[in-house]
């Protein structure tokens, strides 16, 4: 779910900045910054490709068994902790301050930070523990140098970003899977089970999915709003195929967190709807979009994609609870 975590923390971080009245293109930079650090938690699913490289060729749900399997060894683990994250935060402050002032102090500070937490991890965890919150310090202090180099934000404000994202992200993990462990390195539980959204196990998953979804969909909308761009004018008519996905029904598995791959995979694939050529606009359409930010050709097809893929959930949702 790293893409939900990071949409989520963008569209909440952007949000909040404009709010207290930061310009907008401001606004976007912290957002996508925080949205970059909420996703960087999920590296530690970088170990399901040693399962991959190592499983038997097989059916393509056979590596997904796989992938998952051996990810799950240390996913959720020592990158997802409310213990952790500050330290990766102040880590991050130093290291955009070192980057700025070329302060060696700072420098030093952020490599000691990182370095206590492997440490602390390969004491905890092993060299596997050690391994995995290495590669996340790497990721997370890599975000923090590309911020200090790319964009004037302070180090307090990339502190912040990182904070708020990497502290937002373990809470939209309590809906699949086990709960992350949310005190590490503590040997005390927050959460002993996830949140279960419906008994009917095919329906907590189309209620999750829907959840991801509808961050998606924050994120787009702030986006929108933002840039002065309008819904009606980004989605394609042809989003509306999505619809036909209902009669998938027939023939793929009732989906549950257990047997989720067939279902999300095709359904997903619904968005290449919004890559084929799209209806041309009109000149006043033009016009407008002349006054708004510039946005990729690609925002457009993506989002018609999206609506597709959101328009074949409903559908599907809908014949599954009432067929």
């Given at each position: 779910m790293f893409i939900g975590h990071a949409l989520l923390a963008f569209a909440v971080a952007a949000t909040v900045t404009v709010s207290v009245g930061w310009s907008r293109e401001r606004a976007l930079t912290v957002g996508i910054l925080a949205g970059l650090f909420a996703a960087a938690p999920d590296v530690d699913i970088a170990y399901a490709l040693v399962g991959v490289a190592t499983a038997s060729v097989g059916s393509a749900l056979a590596l997904a068994g796989a992938f998952w399997e051996t990810g799950n060894l240390v996913h959720r683990v020592v990158t997802h902790s409310l213990v952790v994250a500050p330290v990766v935060a102040l880590a991050a402050a130093l290291a955009v301050d070192s980057v700025r002032r070329a302060s060696r102090a700072s420098r030093a500070g952020a490599f000691l930070a990182a370095s206590s937490l492997v440490v602390v991890?390969?004491?905890?965890?092993?060299?596997?523990?050690?391994?995995?919150?290495?590669?996340?310090?790497?990721?997370?202090?890599?975000?923090?140098?590309?911020?200090?180099?790319?964009?004037?934000?302070?180090?307090?404000?990339?502190?912040?970003?990182?904070?708020?994202?990497?502290?937002?992200?373990?809470?939209?993990?309590?809906?699949?899977?086990?709960?992350?462990?949310?005190?590490?390195?503590?040997?005390?539980?927050?959460?002993?089970?996830?949140?279960?959204?419906?008994?009917?196990p095919t329906v907590h998953l189309l209620s999750a999915f829907g959840l991801e979804l509808a961050t998606v969909w924050a994120a787009v909308l702030v986006t929108l709003w933002l840039t002065r761009r309008s819904l009606r004018t980004t989605v394609d008519p042809r989003a509306a195929l999505g619809v036909g996905y209902a009669a998938s029904l027939l023939v793929i598995?009732?989906?549950?967190?257990?047997?989720?791959?067939?279902?999300?995979?095709?359904?997903?694939?619904?968005?290449?709807?919004?890559?084929?050529?799209?209806?041309?606009?009109?000149?006043?359409?033009?016009?407008?979009?002349?006054?708004?930010?510039?946005?990729?050709?690609?925002?457009?097809?993506?989002?018609?994609?999206?609506?597709?893929?959101?328009?074949?959930?409903?559908?599907?949702?809908?014949?599954?609870?009432?067929?």
């Amino acid at each position: 779910m790293f893409i939900g975590h990071a949409l989520l923390a963008f569209a909440v971080a952007a949000t909040v900045t404009v709010s207290v009245g930061w310009s907008r293109e401001r606004a976007l930079t912290v957002g996508i910054l925080a949205g970059l650090f909420a996703a960087a938690p999920d590296v530690d699913i970088a170990y399901a490709l040693v399962g991959v490289a190592t499983a038997s060729v097989g059916s393509a749900l056979a590596l997904a068994g796989a992938f998952w399997e051996t990810g799950n060894l240390v996913h959720r683990v020592v990158t997802h902790s409310l213990v952790v994250a500050p330290v990766v935060a102040l880590a991050a402050a130093l290291a955009v301050d070192s980057v700025r002032r070329a302060s060696r102090a700072s420098r030093a500070g952020a490599f000691l930070a990182a370095s206590s937490l492997v440490v602390v991890a390969g004491a905890e965890s092993g060299a596997l523990g050690a391994a995995v919150m290495g590669l996340f310090c790497v990721v997370s202090l890599g975000i923090a140098v590309a911020a200090a180099r790319r964009t004037d934000l302070s180090a307090r404000t990339v502190a912040a970003a990182a904070l708020f994202g990497l502290v937002s992200h373990p809470f939209g993990d309590l809906f699949t899977g086990e709960p992350p462990a949310m005190l590490y390195p503590f040997d005390v539980t927050l959460f002993v089970e996830r949140v279960t959204l419906h008994s009917d196990p095919t329906v907590h998953l189309l209620s999750a999915f829907g959840l991801e979804l509808a961050t998606v969909w924050a994120a787009v909308l702030v986006t929108l709003w933002l840039t002065r761009r309008s819904l009606r004018t980004t989605v394609d008519p042809r989003a509306a195929l999505g619809v036909g996905y209902a009669a998938s029904l027939l023939v793929i598995p009732a989906p549950t967190l257990d047997l989720s791959y067939p279902f999300v995979f095709t359904v997903l694939a619904v968005g290449a709807v919004g890559v084929t050529p799209r209806f041309s606009q009109s000149a006043k359409t033009r016009r407008r979009l002349r006054h708004s930010f510039e946005l990729p050709d690609w925002w457009s097809a993506g989002v018609t994609g999206l609506a597709a893929v959101t328009l074949a959930w409903v559908a599907y949702s809908v014949v599954y609870l009432f067929a």
